[in-house]
């Protein structure tokens, strides 16, 4: 791995405390250093509410809340209020970087749901979890209602799954509040987005898909450095198509934004090793190793404590390769 200069690595700077905080490599033991994604492209930092998020040195880990019956792997465990906020204040302490809150499933075949109902599972808890926690929250929405809702109540990222296609206006709602913006590419919707998924060139169409929203957002006045991309994990692909963009990573990070991979506990990896949703979680952290060190910048799991921890070792493996000079064989 070509080494960056020294003066083009940032020092790594923490967004806010953290309680497994980054403590820089458990004091001093580590290599010390930031790790450069494999890609060599340094992808900007996210800005939001007096807050630094250092994609440009670090992955950040963003810890899934799903606020309804029927998500694919905890649907139902925190559909209540009260355990939706205790279960997000705990993968805070835990070390989540973001909290990812949403009140709508996007499992495949999953339904629309309506604007009153994902408000009313969505906004009692942001304003709550926003209220004791210094972790950003951020709002999975395809609404530019609930985006809207959600920021007012203390969230300060959206995360659309839909690139702000579904609901033209959620780009402007998040450039008038000056947050960064997560545009993902999925093929369809979430009712028909597996349904015979096609690409001739799957890595190639998911980069100007994303390029193409990246300049729509820029037009609706997200500024360019509040973009995040995302290649849409197992929403409208087979499996083939999620590992070769698994593969491409390097490249998407040269689209010049923090690229967000979200593998937890998804169907591939059942698939690859042969097992049901609650065994994944060794799986989900290979595909998080894998993404790190091909220059992910935030990885959106559900096992936080875990994955914190391999995202740490990963990054410390890199830094430690990058000090000795890249491969030692
Ligand atoms: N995956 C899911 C939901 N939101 N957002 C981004 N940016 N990237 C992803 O890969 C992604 C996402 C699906 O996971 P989950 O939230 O656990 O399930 P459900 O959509 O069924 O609630």
């Known amino acids: 791995m070509a080494r960056l200069p020294t003066e083009e690595v940032p020092p790594l700077s923490l967004a806010h405390g953290r309680a497994e905080a980054r403590g820089a490599l458990d004091g001093g033991h580590g290599p010390g250093a930031p790790a450069a994604p494999r890609s060599g492209a340094v992808p900007h930092d996210l800005r939001t509410g007096g807050l630094v998020l250092p994609t440009s040195t670090r992955c950040l880990v963003m810890g ?27 993968i805070a302490a835990e070390g ?40 950003p929250v951020s709002i999975d929405t395809r609404k530019a209602e609930v985006a809207r809702a959600a920021l007012a109540a203390g969230a300060r990222l959206v995360n659309d799954v839909s690139a702000g296609r579904d609901d033209p206006e959620l780009l402007a709602v998040a450039a008038g509040a000056g947050v960064p913006v997560v545009l993902m590419h999925m093929r369809g919707t979430p009712a028909t987005m597996q349904d015979d998924p096609r690409y001739g060139d799957v890595v ?31 929403f409208g692909k087979r499996d083939e198509h999620n590992y ?21 506990r998804k169907g591939f ?47 410390a493996l890199m830094a430690g390769a990058a000090a000795a000079g890249g491969d030692a064989g």
């Not at 990812?100 to 009692?124: F, I, K, M, Q, W």
């Open 64 to 90: 899934v809340v799903n606020v309804t019956p029927d998500s694919f792997s905890d649907g139902g465990a925190y559909a209540d209020p009260d355990t939706a906020v205790a279960h997000a204040l705990a």
């Open 96 to 135: 989540a970087d973001v909290i990812d809150v949403g009140g709508e499933s996007t499992r495949p075949g999953a339904s629309y749901v309506d604007l009153a109902v994902e408000l009313a599972r969505v906004l009692p808890v942001v304003e709550r979890v926003a209220a004791r926690t210094d972790v």
């Open 204 to 234: 190639g169409e998911v980069e100007a898909f994303l390029a193409e929203r990246c300049a729509a957002a820029e037009a609706a006045g997200v500024a360019r450095d509040a973009l995040v991309v995302d290649p849409g994990i197992g």
């Open 244 to 264: 070769a963009l698994l593969a491409a990573l390097p490249r998407l990070g040269r689209l010049g934004h923090p690229v967000l991979v979200g593998t937890s």
């Open 269 to 315: 990896i059942g698939r690859a090793l042969g097992l049901p949703m609650d065994e994944r979680v060794e799986g989900t952290a290979a595909t998080v190793v894998w993404s790190v060190e091909r220059g992910a910048r935030i990885v959106r799991v559900h096992d936080v404590r875990a994955m914190a921890r391999v995202v740490r070792m990963t990054e």
